[in-house]
């Protein structure tokens, strides 16, 4: 601009030289430019002024946030283009509101805003960020207690929580019982007085001084408790209205401190009280609540314990009862789908699978069996001993219903096979049958299922020594893994420590453990009909007994089942006593997952036993729990022992 200005004053110069030339107006008009270009400085250096201004005030803060600073006030400054804003341990600050960030290209504060409870301001910034600070208010000095006026009992000691505000570092707390017969202290948080016994009225002074000329009193005084309340009757199973009545010498409110989520209050305060409650419905065990009648300053005067009856109805209703026609104890295994209930013969010669009709017991048909040579006919054998449930994903197998799988029982001694048999198309069809060369381990008595039809393995428990347990794969319905021969071998085993060999063991894995990347689970139970043990896994396949031994809870409990009913999970399993002559259903809440499997059985949470049909005394003492669940929910849970019969039970 001043180059412009002289490249004019030339100019100018050069026509004033010109002869008779009239630059009157030439001067004038050169006044008006110089006049104008001072005036441009000066508007550039305010602005210029205004901008450092806005800079500093970013600087300043920034800083304040970044030291959790405190805003004292903020002023409209005198020129009303912006505010002067005072920090509580920083200078002063000029924020200038009035520039266009746009003109300018700097970003800049374009607010500053005091809430409306005067505790924040707000620094809004021209590109959208804020920032802000809390606004700093001195506190009077003051000494407040919880409460003033109390209802005790005599003898009883009772806290009283205090603070000070506007405390100082030199400030303190003390106490003076202006009746003797009453004991104070002072604490850092509250003040503590024992009642007499017997009761007398008193006094107690509370105070605070901050050793620069000021304090704050406070008294409290005490009443005798004085309360009488009728006795409340239990509430039926079924809900409805609970009524505390009776007399105080204060006004008094009702709360619930135990029991909330069935029992809600409807308030009310008045020395003659009468507060009234609505019970919900109960469906589970009888339970209690606890109502603490108060004062209106929170003071409790005495808890009242609300009773309500067990609302269960039995959790499971009997659907039917079934002999199986088989003799001598031959009935070990047993599995269910969504319309039989399959039963094994465990005997020797040709073997045989019953279909129990859930619709109706008295419609029985037989299983398909095709006996595999040599097993079943030599060295007293079993040609079907254990029968089970494979699920199925696939709707082209077996019209996407599961898919029963039986195995036979070798001896051990070397001379047979473990064969398996899967009924890929349906119970009328003749089953697919696979060989696994067991060598000299008697596997068969029993075995469990892990996964699918599509992707599983078959663990079977080898009788003849006691730790072992078998896994065959089972992919797309091939059971066993690496043909050799026409044979199938084993995928792995597990080694669980259990002194001797125990009649006819069963492997139980929770079906949300995890697995180590060789198919390890990191812990499993084995039961058997003379001992039990919970194993964890210590390296590999080798595992050690954590708990029980032979822990009567679990010797003889077979058939675990886990399921989800009503969004909870569930355990059903069946015990057969110690005499053999009888068995239950069992059925708790799977209250740990695999966290905890062990806690769980232990803890037995929500217990539901059934008997099941019949009486007997087999020689093994064996049983077995099969559940399935339909598309809508429907849930039956089927339960045998040996030489006793077969129950079939429907959750309510």
Known sequence: MKKLFFALMLGLAALACTPEYDDTAIKDRMDQIEQDADEINAALAALM?????????????????????????????????GVIVTFRSADPVFIPLDLDAEEIDEVVIASVEVAENKETATFTYTDGTTVVLPLYQEKEFALVLDATHLIVNAGETVKVAYTVTGANE????????????????????????????????????VWADNAAGKASIK?????????????????????????????????VTAEVVE???????????????????????????????????KTVAGVVLQEVSVAQASGIIPFAGLVWNAA?????????????????????????????????????????????????APAGLDNGTHAVTCVRMLPNTDAAVNDGKPVLVASNLTTGDGTERLIVYVWTNGIDADPTYFEIDSGTRRLGDKFTVKGTYQSGELHFFDFN??????????????VGSWPKNGLYYAAGRYNMPIAGAYNIGECTIH???????????????????????????????????????????????????????????????????GDRSSATLNII???????????????????????????????????????????DGTTYVAVMAQNIGVSLYKLN
């Open 324 to 372: 199986v026609p088989f003799g001598g104890g031959q009935d070990r295994n047993m599995t269910m789908d969504g319309e039989y209930v399959y039963v094994a013969q465990a005997a020797g010669g040709n073997g045989a699978i019953k279909a129990f009709s859930i619709a109706d017991p008295a419609q029985v048909k037989d299983v398909k069996v095709t006996t595999h």
């Open 49 to 81: 002024e205004r901008i450092a201004a806005a800079e500093k005030a970013i600087e300043a803060v920034n800083a304040a946030a970044a030291a959790e600073d405190y805003v004292v006030s903020v002023l409209p400054s005198e020129d009303g283009k």
């Open 511 to 577: 079906p949300d453990a995890t697995f180590d990347a060789d198919g390890n689970p990191s812990s499993a139970l084995l039961t058997t009909n003379a001992g039990s043990g919970y194993f964890n896994q210590k390296e590999g396949n080798t595992y050690e007994l954590s708990a029980w031994g032979t822990d009567l809870k679990l010797t003889q409990t077979f058939g675990y089942n886990f399921f989800t009913y009503k969004e909870k999970n569930y355990i059903a399993y069946v015990k057969v006593e």
């Open 589 to 631: 809440e799977d209250i740990n997952g695999a966290a905890d499997f062990k806690g769980t059985l232990e803890a037995q949470t929500g217990l539901f036993t059934a008997p099941v049909n019949g009486t007997g005394n087999a020689g093994h003492g064996l049983g077995d729990c099969a559940v399935h669940q339909a598309a």
């Open 259 to 293: 029991g909330a989520e069935w029992l809600k209050a409807v308030p009310a305060a008045k020395a003659e009280f009468s507060f009234k409650f609505t019970a919900d419905a109960n469906e589970g065990e009888a339970r209690t609540a606890k109502v603490a009648v």
């Open 465 to 478: 020594d006691g730790n072992i347990v078998i896994r065959v794969k089972v992919e797309n319905g091939v």
């Open 170 to 205: 030199t400030t303190t707390v003390d106490v003076l019982a202006t009746t003797s017969s009453y004991v104070a202290k002072v604490t850092e948080t509250h003040v503590e007085i024992t009642i007499p016994d017997p009761f007398v009225a008193g006094e107690v002074l």
């Open 219 to 251: 008294k409290l005084s005490f009443e005798e408790n004085a309360i009488q309340i009728e006795a409340v009757a239990e509430v039926p199973a079924e809900g409805g209205e609970v009524v505390i009545a009776g007399v105080s010498n204060v006004d």
